[in-house]
């Protein structure tokens, strides 16, 4: 019997894993559409490397099962199953090349050695690394050492390519050049993602949808733009991007007393010198500059709100009126509408 | 400091450094000297002449090119029951957590916290029951007990600085369990393996007290007869064994300097 949606990409279901005693992951389900890039996005501790590491074969579930591409291989050892890894720190072995590090896994499905140096040449000239091709591991930067382990991966033309956390070890500048590679070697492969990362803006930028991960499980699965505009739960919306927070019910615009969460992106905050509509009171506290915006903090007796504005930016100490665009309502963490 | 003072401390400096040099390579000198030399007595300050004499005193007598023999065959052997014995141990050691896996790593050490005669005579009475003393197998098992403990502490320090992730990037990459072993743990743990082995080599081929005890008279090993020439031979005799025990060390020791500190087995280790 095969549940499978014959999707070919990957299919989790009611996976559960208990590692010392403790429930890592409990009751996941995702499924991930062929070709598709996913991230797995979450603070650390949240099960997303654990989850990663059962989809790769180096954990068997306690429950549940892993297809892949069709093929259930809930049991199967990672040497075995048609995925391929990209690890945190790489994980080149350090006496061998470059050339033989990417060899490596061709050697071992004893394919002829004219076909092995055809592929190695295909996928180290992909990733731009054939003038080090003979060198060692340790000789090469970080950035390079990256690409010779994603090499290493998309050489063995997996099903399923799995990036634990691979742009953690690069500086800031790297990390957005590198991101961007890796997305558009997906597009052009059309290999199926799956990426695991804590940072959320990497998960914004390059993912087809994101899961995010809180407590072993799933809270929300959908693409980037839902995820911002309609975070499923309080746990979402303040995990992605900024959030104010009030106490109260909301309609038209104006807080009133009540029990609800209310959240309020910076960005839906403006700040009018007159009322237009329905604006309250407010005075301008302090401003940060945060280059191609400014982070304005207004004040009330009983309440403070975070806009983002980057055209007329008000002084210090400047009275005027606080209007909100969009609020999302919450009750028991749950969302209960957008207005 | 004025230039005198400089002056005395470069002298007083340089005495030091001339008497530890003669400190420590004084009785090599020695030894080195008396293997060529007829005679060499006090008071004279150099040897009354030069010969090969010595030399070939030894290369001509049965016994003592029968002890170079068993010596060459024995340590080997050693050396590689050892490291069968030992490695997977290392291993285990190194990769398993199990009950009473420290008691054990800890207790190696007790055959050496011990003084080994009394060790090696419970052992003889022992050997005289099962028939062992007087036998090649005897001594090889008694070499061993001095060499489990370079056998399994250095390579168990070297399988555990082996990544995980480089034997899961294995794994993934389709290597099986045991092919993962070979081509990535083993790899990267041979220098460990190889310093290992030499240490090994050296504590079974220098070991006399043990040898003497279970092999003696039937077999004899280099440095069990070292015993006998000092006692029965003239001393320069003594000296030209001395040499050739030592040939094996100083050749290991620099074949080790080169291919496992300079060479490229160390590039293994320099993981960023």
Same mark, same amino acid.
């Given at each position: ?18 590692l010392g ?15 598709e890039?996913?991230s ?12 990663l ?11 549940? $099962?892993?297809v892949?591409?069709?093929n ?6 990672p040497?075995?199953r ?27 499905r ?7 140096t ?17 060198? $060692? ?8 050492q ?8 998309l050489?063995?033309e ?7 956390e ?10 957005v050049?590198? $991101?961007?590679?890796?997305r ?14 804590h ?6 930028? *390059? ?10 499980r *799933? ?20 995990? *992605?991007?900024?959030?104010n ?16 969460? *209310? ?11 007159t009322?237009?509509s329905n ?7 302090h401003?940060?500059?945060?280059g191609?915006?400014?982070?304005v ?13 980057s055209t ?11 209007v ?16 | 400091?004025? @230039?005198?003072?400089? +002056? ?15 400190f420590i390579?004084?009785p090599?000198?020695w030894l080195?000297?008396?293997a060529?030399?007829?005679?060499w007595t006090?008071p004279?300050?150099?040897?009354d002449?030069?010969?090969?004499t ?11 090119v029968?002890?170079?023999?068993n010596?060459?065959?024995i340590?080997?052997?050693?050396v ?6 030992c490695?997977p141990?290392?291993?285990a050691?190194? @990769?398993?957590?199990?009950f009473? @896996? ?7 050490f ?14 003889a ?9 007087g ?25 555990g600085?082996?990544? @995980? ?5 294995a794994?993934?990459a389709?290597a ?8 990535i743990?083993?790899?990267l ?6 310093v290992a082995?030499?240490m090994?080599f ?5 070991e006399a ?8 008279p ?12 000092v006692?029965?031979?003239?001393v320069?005799?003594a ?14 020791? +620099? ?7 300079g ?10």
């Amino acid at each position: 019997m095969s549940n499978s949606t014959g999707s070919g990409g990957l299919e989790l279901q009611g996976l559960k894993k208990i590692l010392g005693g403790r429930v890592i992951i409990d009751d996941l389900n995702l499924t991930v559409n062929k070709g598709e890039m996913v991230s797995l996005l979450g603070p650390s501790g949240c099960g997303k490397t654990t989850t990663l590491r059962m989809i790769a074969g180096f954990l068997i579930p306690d429950a549940g $099962r892993v297809v892949l591409a069709g093929n259930d291989v809930t049991n199967t050892g990672p040497e075995k199953r048609p995925s391929a890894m990209v690890f945190q720190n790489y994980a080149l072995w350090p006496h061998m090349s470059v050339y033989k590090n990417v060899a490596y896994p061709l050697k071992l499905r004893k394919m002829n050695k004219s076909e092995i140096t055809k592929r190695v040449h295909n996928v180290l000239e992909l990733v731009n690394l054939m003038h080090h091709k003979d060198s $060692r591991p340790s000789q090469i930067s970080g950035g390079e050492q990256q690409r010779v382990a994603l090499a290493r991966a998309l050489v063995q033309e997996p099903d399923v390519l799995l990036l634990d956390e691979p742009l953690s070890n690069l500086d800031a500048k790297l990390r957005v050049k590198v $991101r961007e590679d890796i997305r558009d070697l997906q597009r052009r492969l059309g290999i199926t993602t799956v990426i695991v990362t804590h940072d959320q803006d990497e998960a914004l930028s *390059i993912s087809d949808r994101i899961a995010v991960m809180n407590g072993g499980r *799933i809270e929300q699965f959908s693409s980037p733009q839902e995820l911002y505009d309609r975070p499923a739960t309080e746990y979402v919306a303040n995990f *992605i991007g900024s959030l104010n927070h009030l106490t109260g019910d909301y309609s038209n615009g104006r807080v009133t007393v009540g029990t609800k969460t *209310i959240g309020i992106r910076p960005e839906d905050v403006h700040f009018t010198s007159t009322n237009e509509s329905n604006g309250f009171e407010a005075t301008v506290d302090h401003v940060v500059p945060r280059g191609h915006f400014s982070e304005v903090y207004l004040k009330r007796e009983d309440a403070e709100l975070r806009a983002f504005m980057s055209t007329n930016i008000p002084a210090v100490g400047e009275k005027g009126y606080a209007v909100i665009k969009k609020a999302l309502i919450y009750e028991n963490g749950k969302l209960l509408k957008v207005e | 400091m004025s @230039r005198k003072q400089v +002056s005395l401390v470069n002298i007083f400096i340089s005495s030091f450094i001339a008497f530890m040099a003669l400190f420590i390579l004084g009785p090599l000198i020695w030894l080195a000297v008396h293997a060529f030399a007829t005679s060499w007595t006090y008071p004279n300050l150099l040897p009354d002449g030069f010969t090969f004499t010595w030399w070939k005193t030894i290369a001509g007598d049965q016994e003592l090119v029968k002890s170079v023999k068993n010596s060459l065959l024995i340590s080997p052997i050693v050396v590689l029951i050892s490291a069968v014995v030992c490695l997977p141990a290392a291993y285990a050691f190194s @990769r398993y957590q199990f009950f009473g @896996r420290k008691s054990f790593l800890i207790g190696m050490f007790a055959a050496n916290a011990f003084p080994k005669i009394g060790l090696y005579a419970s052992i003889a009475t022992l050997y005289y029951t099962l028939n062992l003393m007087g036998t090649i197998v005897g001594v090889i098992i008694i070499q061993l007990l001095g060499t489990i403990i370079f056998m399994t502490w250095i390579p168990a320090a070297a399988f555990g600085s082996v990544p @995980r992730n480089l034997e899961d990037a294995a794994r993934d990459a389709g290597a099986s369990k045991l092919r993962t072993f070979w081509d990535i743990t083993f790899r990267l743990a041979l220098p460990g393996i190889l310093v290992a082995m030499v240490m090994s080599f050296l504590a079974s081929f220098d070991e006399a007290q043990g040898t003497y005890l279970v092999g003696v008279p039937t077999i004899y090993t280099m440095p069990t007869k070292m015993y006998a020439l000092v006692l029965n031979y003239p001393v320069q005799i003594a000296a030209v064994f001395s040499l050739l025990l030592a040939i094996p060390s100083v050749l290991l020791i +620099s074949i080790a300097r080169k291919h496992i500190i300079g060479g490229q087995l160390a590039d293994g280790f320099q993981i960023k």
